[in-house]
């Protein structure tokens, strides 16, 4: 078992829906998680961040963390085509320095 | 955020050649830089962690032999990939750790461009 799963897509949507991207994990210790959008041939760049369990809210972004569940979200309200990219989710621990497991990342296409 | 860039972004070579990738911090000093490889819809998978002033710290499975990283500097580092094979084709990323945000206690990764090696 992969220690943390996503779905690689890809997802489809038209302009203005609600975007909802998910990754599971099996590793209890993680306790910062994160979300990077990286556009085609070009380097990930950080979304959003939470750290344990809850919720974040950053303009139509949202990242929610449940860790009874093992389970992370980001939500995207009125996608925009510019949206289109791969998101990546990433999650750490607190020891072992910035050792960051990455999932394979879900490819988003927003339609105009 | 830190701005973080590298150099080439692409590369064409031949096989048996070596390639050099820089990456460097623009916008502050670096101690820990690290190098990450890409594979077409794959995760990000961490190859090593660059220490200035000492020597890397590689990953299992990755050679140090092969891909050489010299931290030569609080703003540069190098990945050297010798004696490239097409194998070796792939997307290498560097990132650096910033700075905590203000009233945050989390760090995070801020990520260079990315080179895209190519070994015919």
Redesign the interface.
């Known amino acids: 078992q992969k220690e943390?799963e996503?779905d690689?897509g890809p997802l489809s949507v038209p302009e203005g829906a609600i975007v909802s991207l998910n990754c599971t994990y099996s590793n209890s210790a993680f306790q910062?998680f994160?979300w990077?959008r990286q556009y085609s041939?070009?380097?990930?760049?950080?979304l959003m961040?939470t750290?344990s369990s809850g919720n974040k809210e950053d303009g139509r972004f949202t990242a929610q963390v449940d860790k009874s569940s093992k389970y992370i979200s980001l939500f995207i309200r009125d996608s925009q085509p510019s949206d289109s990219a791969t998101y990546?989710c990433a999650m750490r621990g607190n020891t072992g320095?910035?050792?960051?497991i990455?999932?394979?990342?879900t490819?988003l296409f927003v339609k105009a | 955020g830190a701005v973080v860039s590298q150099h080439p972004s692409r590369v064409i070579c031949k096989s048996g050649t070596s390639v050099k990738i820089e990456c460097r911090s623009l916008d502050f000093q670096a101690t820990t830089m690290f190098w990450y490889r890409q594979f077409p819809k794959k995760s990000l998978m961490l190859m090593a962690t660059s220490n200035e002033g000492s020597k890397a710290t590689y990953e299992q499975g990755v050679e140090k032999d092969k891909f050489l990283i010299n931290h030569a500097s609080l703003t540069l580092s190098t990945l050297t990939v010798t004696s490239a094979h097409p194998e070796d084709s792939s997307f290498y990323i560097c990132s650096v750790p910033g700075t905590p945000s203000s009233g945050s206690q989390l760090d995070t990764q801020y990520f260079g461009p990315g080179t895209r090696l190519t070994v015919l």
């Open positions: 943390v996503q690689p910062y994160m990077y041939r070009k380097g990930p760049e950080l961040y750290y990546l320095g910035f050792k960051t990455f999932g394979a990342g490819r």
